[in-house]
Each structure stands twice: as C-alpha cells, then as structure tokens.
Nanobody, 118 residues
Framework: QVQLVESGGGLVQPGGSLRLSCAASGSIFSFNAMGWYRQAPGKERELVAIITSGGSTNYADSMKGRFTISRDNAKNTVYLQMNSLKPEDTAVYYC????????????WGQGTQVTVSS
C-alpha cells in the first residue's frame, strides 16, 4: 500500500506563483511515475504533469512553460512549481503514483484546492 499526502494549495492572484508538494510513503516500487492531475467543477480529471523515477517529464500542452514538475527520490516527494497562474487553473490538484506493473496500478492523494482569483 502507498499513501500520498498533498500540501501547498491555497488562494493566489492571477499571475502569481504557488508550489505544491506530495509526500509518498509505504511500499513504493522502483518502476513508477509520479505526477499531478487536476479536476475543476463539472470537468473530468486531467493530466497536468508526470515525472518518472529516472527524471523524464511530460506536461499537458496548456501547462508547458508555466509549470515545472520535479522530485526528490530520497524524500519520496514530488513537487509542482506553478507560475503565471490563470483563473482557469482553479481546480483540485491530485497527486498520483503510477505503479508500472501489469496491469498498472494508480494511487491517489486526497487533493489540494488551488484557487486563482483577484
């Protein structure tokens, strides 16, 4: 079992910055990817960014150039640095650990609210 705990959400003005953190604990397999997803009211959950244990990253097109994902393997923690925030970034942000088994398995955090408003 794996537990994921997010932190760092809150209220920020348009154009501002915020950093989210997610700490993982439990039985973590070596072959995995961690990432961030978000869900706005009335919308489906969507990918924000992912990063493998080897450091390879992938971003949704709308987040490229504004968001940066990173991880600290020693601390089992993934981060999301969000810059130039827009009102449309308002959502609940969820941490994800994708276990690369067959079939694959996903663990999810409880979510942290990000609100971008003036």
């Amino acid at each position: 079992q794996v537990q994921l705990v997010e932190s760092g959400g809150g209220l920020v003005q348009p154009g501002g910055s915020l950093r989210l953190s997610c700490a993982a604990s439990g039985s973590i397999f070596s072959f995995n990817a961690m990432g961030w997803y978000r869900q706005a009211p009335g919308k489906e959950r969507e990918l924000v960014a992912i990063i493998t244990s080897g450091g390879s990253t992938n971003y949704a097109d709308s987040m490229k150039g504004r968001f940066t994902i990173s991880r600290d393997n020693a601390k089992n923690t993934v981060y999301l640095q969000m810059n130039s925030l827009k009102p449309e970034d308002t959502a609940v942000y969820y941490c994800n650990l994708h276990q690369k088994t067959w079939p694959p398995y996903d663990y999810w955090g409880q979510g942290t609210q990000v609100t971008v408003s003036s």
